[in-house]
């Protein structure tokens, strides 16, 4: 059941993402669930100094983007705010209880069991790539990768979504995969890399994404 509000919520994001405007930070999640349920949002900027801030922490106890505020209910995670965007809008969840459940399963696979291995590849770029023995252990990451993708794209096959029409759980797995950008892993397998430009061609994803951007343009047209 729809809920739209007359007040806005509000969700925080970087003030300069690192990622410079490719959509690949967490806000993207929420930016585009409200898209897709057509609810209107407002976006507070913050600099990497004011998350660690008490104000912010109040927030997100880890002092992280993204928080989601509306009314007297203030949320972090991304997984969890797309989660309640989807209960609480029509749009992103079957009304069938079962696909429902099965519809929130992929948004768990998609956190807990293939973005896992794609950020732990991540964090050793950036942490360990100076390292002697990192080229030995790029391939191991991209291997336990791999054993995921090998999965998930028998299980999507030919199928245009995860389990029927396109829902949250879709928005999750399609975000966790763009995380591979830049790797060459998600060319390997041509349903998956179909799968997130399917995605990608929606329009609600489409605002999201050149609003994420806009705001990567803007500061940097300001500094
Ligand atoms: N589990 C939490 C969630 O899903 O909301 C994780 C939140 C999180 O990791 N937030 C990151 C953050 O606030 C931003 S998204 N980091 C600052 C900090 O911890 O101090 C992660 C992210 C950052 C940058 C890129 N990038 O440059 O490509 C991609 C993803």
Redesign the pocket.
Known sequence: MSDRRAVKPTITA?ER????G?G????M?VRWALEEVGQPYDVRLVS?AE??ESAHRALHP?????TYEDGDLTL????A?TFHIAQRHAGLLPTDRNARARAITWMFAA?NTVEPPIVAR?QAFYTERKESWYKERLPVLEGRIRVKLDDLSRRLGKADWLDGGFSAGDLTMVLVLR?LDGTKILEEYSNLYAYVARAEARPAYKRAFAAQLAVFNSASTAS
């Open positions: 970087f993402s690192p990622d410079e490719k690949l930070a967490r806000d999640r990497f998350m660690k880890f002092g992280q983007i993204p972090f995670e991304s997984g705010i956190l991540e995380r």
